[in-house]
């Protein structure tokens, strides 16, 4: 593995303000969380995840964190390694199928946070009627949610997907940066996000709730 204390302590997209915002809202998790990350040291972009995700776990005792070079990546085989830097979050060993590709740095802090705290106890639930909806998904689903840091109704529709996937184990949403990979973009002929890409076939685009994705996934 990376040695956490090669990576920087520090990061950009996290100043003294920000921090401290980020404290108080960790400090209601309950369960511990951990967080690996498959990074290429030699790229700028795995650098800025490493020290950020190196940075955020610091904030609480609850999170840890292991960090793998790309040669090591069999050893977490459940993590796409086709866009990196890529990280998944797990629980007791067991990956939680929610992972983010790129940096969540921008608006998506927001539902990478809210991931945290949702599998560590800290979230907010469903209402009974909407989770009765998500139990009865059956067919395995994995959610792409592509986005710009900059969009407003990107993190709620990556919220959403993310908080499927930690209620139903037949669903796994990964949130990627699209502008870090080309070739995506290029594939899936993206113009406007957030773009929702269900099974790698079906396509979605614009916001979406939680409801409305529960909608999709039961067609």
Not at 17 to 43: H, N, S, T, Y
Not at 177 to 203: C, H, K, M, S, W
């Amino acid at each position: 593995m990376v040695d956490n204390a090669s990576v920087p302590s520090q990061s950009p997209l996290l100043d003294e303000a920000l921090q401290g915002q980020l404290k108080q809202i960790l400090a209601k998790i309950k369960e511990p969380v951990d967080i690996r990350a498959v990074v290429d040291m030699e790229d700028k972009n795995s650098q800025e995840m490493a020290a950020f995700l190196r940075a955020f776990c610091s904030l609480s005792g609850y999170l840890r964190l292991e960090l793998y070079g790309v040669e090591e990546a069999s050893q977490v085989p459940e993590l796409d390694t086709t866009w990196l830097p890529v990280t998944g979050l797990y629980q007791g060993g067991a990956y939680q199928r929610v992972a983010f590709h790129g940096i969540p740095g921008g608006k998506e802090i927001n539902s990478f946070v809210a991931a945290v705290a949702n599998l560590g106890g800290a979230g907010k639930g469903v209402n009974f009627l909407l989770k009765k909806k998500i139990d009865k998904l059956q067919k395995e689903a994995n959610l792409k949610i592509c986005v710009s840091l900059s969009c407003h109704h990107c993190p709620g529709v990556v919220a959403a997907c993310q908080k499927l996937a930690l209620l139903n184990p037949k669903i796994e949403a990964q949130m990627i940066d699209a502008r870090l990979y080309p070739d995506l973009v290029e594939r899936y002929q993206i113009e406007r996000v957030p773009f929702l890409i269900v099974n790698g076939q079906d396509t979605y685009m614009g916001n979406k709730t939680i409801e409305d994705i529960v909608e999709l996934l039961n067609n």
